[in-house]
């Protein structure tokens, strides 16, 4: 089990975002986290990254209760454990794509020369080595969005979260980048990708689908049954 959340709740002041949330993830699976805007998905990324700290209820990462862990245990949990992809890239301008890519091991306490040889193969593997050198002015936006997922599998994380991945991306480009991401998959990555998109959502092999702040249908359970 690499990922579990038992009975998660999320308050802001009187406001209940997440309401008991129940969720269970292994290794290497593929999951779209899916809802409309308002649904407490972004709020539930945020706990599930550490982001934030749940109001109640458990975050076990690797078995783990990160919930009640100190600032700086957290921190060392993210470098560790956790990959993120955003929506905006949130890749340095002044930097190239091989640098941002190795900016992704800052905290973890690796080494400079260990860094460039692992950005190297993790631009390889998302099919961008031959634009290492390339600053992001330089890069199409289906690139971009390539450097930001290699940024965040260098580190080698038990979990990559994915927030609208190929939202601000054209069809055809965003198709590209769910294809990596099956590939990615496949060679055995843990990915979470958190979406509106209910067509890209049914492009993956398991879809929970939260509205309201609570789990309302998994595509997971239901096989189960």
Do not use: C, W
Request: glycine share 12%; no cysteine.
């Amino acid at each position: 089990m690499i990922l579990e959340l038992a009975g998660v709740t999320k308050t802001y002041g009187d406001v209940a975002v997440l309401r008991g949330i129940d969720l269970r993830v292994d290794e290497g699976e593929l999951v779209a986290i899916v809802g409309p805007s308002g649904s407490g998905k972004s709020t539930l990324l945020h706990v599930m990254g550490t982001l934030e700290r749940p109001s109640g209820g458990q975050v076990r990462i690797r078995g783990v209760d990160v919930a009640g862990l100190s600032d700086e245990r957290l921190a060392d949990v993210r470098a560790r454990d956790i990959g993120f992809v955003f929506q905006q890239f949130f890749l340095s301008a002044h930097a190239t794509a091989a640098e941002n890519v190795a900016d992704g091991m800052l905290y973890a306490g690796v080494d400079a020369r260990t860094r460039r040889r692992r950005a190297a193969e993790a631009l390889d593997r998302v099919g961008l080595a031959h634009r290492a050198n390339f600053r992001p002015a330089k890069l199409s936006g289906g690139e971009r969005q390539r450097v930001a997922i290699a940024r965040a599998l260098v580190g080698r994380p038990a979990i990559v979260l994915a927030d609208e991945p190929t939202g601000n991306l054209d069809s055809a480009t965003g198709g590209a980048i769910v294809t990596l991401l099956h590939e990615l998959h496949a060679s055995g990555a843990t990915i979470l990708v958190i979406t509106h998109d209910h067509d890209l959502a049914s492009r993956m092999p398991r879809q929970v689908q939260v509205l309201d702040g609570r789990i309302v249908g998994d595509s997971h359970a239901t096989a189960l049954r």
